[in-house]
Structures are given as structure tokens and as C-alpha cells.
């Protein structure tokens, strides 16, 4: 019990971290958020925990393909916020990247990637 709310804190403060580093510099609370941190740290939890290394690297490489349909929603974000508000705004971007993971898994199924 000890070890998983060590877990939560940890990545807890990774995040705090990072939200208050970014009200103090965009930059580099940006570039903190795009680090692969969060999971860096899954990856050391899955290798304390004794997963296996096809495991742990069977999470990386899935991890990989599903940040790819992500990255649209960066770009999407800061162009609709100043028009349309925060809220409609992050709807309209998780709602968006929804509909390109979809597009995504079903263009990397032929290819023989199972995503879902």
C-alpha cells in the first residue's frame, strides 16, 4: 500500500511541478510537459514491479503510436481558444483527437499494428 501511494505522489508532483513551472515560463513549461516523464516513470514502476522486458518494452513501443494522433490537438488548441473560449475549445480538441486516434488505429491495422 505504501509503494502505490509513493506512486500517485510522485507522479502527482510531476505534474504539479510542471503546471507551476509553466505559470512562470511558457517555454519551459512546455518543454517539461512534452517530455515523455510521466512515462519514464511508468517504466521504472513496471521495472521495480518486476514486469518482464517484452512488457515493459511492449509498453513503449504502444506508447509511441498512441502519441502520434495527439499531437494535432497542439496545434488546434491555440489557434480555436482566443475564438471560441477554454471549454469549447478543450472539447472541441479531446473530441478531435478521438476521431484521429480512430482514423489512426484503423490506418495502422493494415499495416499490422493493433492499437484497439
Do not use: N
Not at 510521466?38 to 511492449?58: D, F, H, N, R, S
Not at 499531437?71 to 472541441?92: A, K, Q, S, V
Request: proline residues 3%.
Amino acid at each position: 500500500m505504501i509503494w502505490l501511494i509513493s506512486k500517485y505522489a510522485i507522479t502527482a508532483f510531476m505534474v504539479v511541478l510542471i503546471s507551476e513551472v509553466a505559470k512562470r515560463s511558457d517555454r519551459i513549461g512546455g518543454l517539461l510537459a512534452a517530455l515523455p516523464l510521466v512515462t519514464v516513470l511508468v517504466l521504472i514502476w513496471m521495472k521495480l514491479e518486476g514486469q518482464t522486458q517484452a512488457k515493459i518494452a511492449a509498453h513503449a513501443w504502444y506508447t509511441f503510436w498512441y502519441v502520434i494522433p495527439t499531437l494535432p490537438m497542439f496545434i488546434l488548441f491555440p489557434l480555436l481558444y482566443t475564438r471560441l473560449g477554454f471549454w469549447l475549445t478543450l472539447l472541441l480538441s479531446c473530441v478531435m483527437t478521438v476521431v484521429i486516434f480512430a482514423l489512426w488505429a484503423l490506418l495502422l491495422k493494415r499495416f499490422g499494428i493493433m492499437l484497439i
